[in-house]
Structure formats: structure tokens, C-alpha cells
């Protein structure tokens, strides 16, 4: 028997698979907008910090607008602006432009205070330690000038915010604790002698003003009448030491 001839006819082609047609986006996944159409950037980069971050967040842009532009250029709209939120989030923390900067001084009392804590441990007798805490004290008002007249900058605080009455009330306490160690006897800063009351602030004076008038450009000629070498430090270690009453 013959055999078939192979078939000359090419196989056929399988049909090609229809793709199936793109779904219609979810209106869920749409991009948000603003109502102007424009995507809020800054609203996306606020929900990414939990509620004290963005807190911390909007303090470290305020003291930055604080060093750089002075307590003029601190708004509550340039804090949101710097920290690239929304402009409500201020608001939202701090309520209004005192709530911020009275936290913001908060801060800067907190430091202040461990700046002195810190230079008095080293101290061996209370004279030394207290000559410590005022030269701590000019050295941070020089360090941070913006800050430290924020910080007594009275009329644009409120004294009754917590954060703040805790970080004053502290470096009360350091003073006072500083001149009952002087003295050689326990002062309560709650409950003070007309004594005890002098001998803080004629030491808060001293060293307050010294720092006020150094910081306001006052003593420059002063200065500059000083042998060569003799500097504002050393001039302060002076007055800190000077005695009251003519030498005999």
C-alpha cells in the first residue's frame, strides 16, 4: 500500500487572545485636590507626622524663622510655611502667634537653665558655683540673642501657658537655690524674706543688666577704653568679683 503524501497546506494560527480594556480608575485611588484642582502637597506631608512630631516640627521652623528673620518675621503663617504644612496646623497646636512663641520661649528656658545646672556641677565651693551660673548665663544670651530676648520679651508671652510657668518657675528655683547656698541657708522660692528676696534680685541685676547692655551694643565703648586683650568675659568676671564700696 502507498503511503500519503505529507500535507503541503500550513498549519493554522491561533487566533490572537483579546486584551482585555484598561478598568476605570476607582474614585477612591484618585489623586486628591485642592478645590482649586491642585494636589495638596503640604496636607500630604502633615499627616505623615504624628500629633507631638508635627508639634516638635513646628517649633524647630519657629525657632529657625526666630534666629533668622527676628521675633518681626515669626508669624504663624511663616512657621507653616517653613515646616511645609498647612497653614491651619499652627493654629491647630498652638491656638494663635502668643500660644507659639510662649512654647517657644518654654524651650528656650529649659535650656537656658540646663546650660547653668550644668556649668555649676563643676564647681567646688557656692562662690564658684554661682560665678559659673552667671557666666553660663551671659554665654547662652550671647550664643542665642534672638531666643534670650524672646524669653523676656514679657508683653508677647503668656506666663500662665504650662510649658512655660514650669521652665520659668525651674530657673527660679536655681537662682534661688544658688543664693541660699551663699548665704548658708535654705530659701523657699514660694515663700521668701524681704532678706532673701534682696539678695536675688540685686544678683538677677547684676547679671541680667550686664547681659542686657553687652547684648543692646552699649558697652563697645566701654571695650574699647580697656587695655588690649580684656574682653566682654573678662570685664564681666570683673563685675562679679568687684567690691561695692571704694578700695580702702
Known sequence: ??????????????APKA???????????????SPL????????????YHHHA??????VAAERILERDG???????????EAGVSHAAPTHHFGDLT??????????????????????????TPLEQAAARARAYLAYARAHPAMYLLMF??????????????ATNAAFAGLTGTIG?????????????????????????????????????????ILQRLPPGVDAETLFGAVLTAPLRPPA
Do not use: C
Open 54 to 59: 508635627l508639634r516638635d516640627t513646628l517649633l
Open 153 to 166: 520679651r514679657t508683653e508677647r508671652l503668656d506666663l500662665n501657658r504650662p510649658a512655660l510657668r514650669d
Open 181 to 221: 547656698d551663699l548665704r548658708r541657708e535654705a530659701v523657699d522660692s514660694q515663700s521668701l524674706s524681704l532678706d532673701q528676696a534682696a539678695g536675688i534680685v540685686r544678683a538677677w541685676s547684676l547679671v541680667h543688666g550686664y547681659t542686657t547692655l553687652l547684648l543692646d551694643g552699649r558697652l563697645a565703648e
Open 19 to 33: 486584551v482585555p480594556a484598561p478598568k476605570a480608575a476607582s474614585k477612591t485611588s484618585a489623586p486628591q485636590t
Open 99 to 124: 500660644g507659639l512663641v510662649s512654647d517657644l520661649a518654654a524651650i528656650g528656658f529649659a535650656r537656658f537653665n540646663a546650660a547653668m545646672v550644668a556649668a555649676a556641677a563643676g564647681a567646688a
Open 1 to 14: 500500500m502507498a503511503p500519503k503524501k505529507a500535507s503541503t497546506k500550513a498549519p493554522r494560527k491561533a
Open 37 to 48: 484642582g491642585v494636589r495638596s502637597s503640604a496636607r500630604r506631608a502633615e499627616v505623615r
Open 71 to 81: 521675633l518681626a518675621g515669626l508669624t504663624l503663617r511663616a512657621t507653616a510655611r
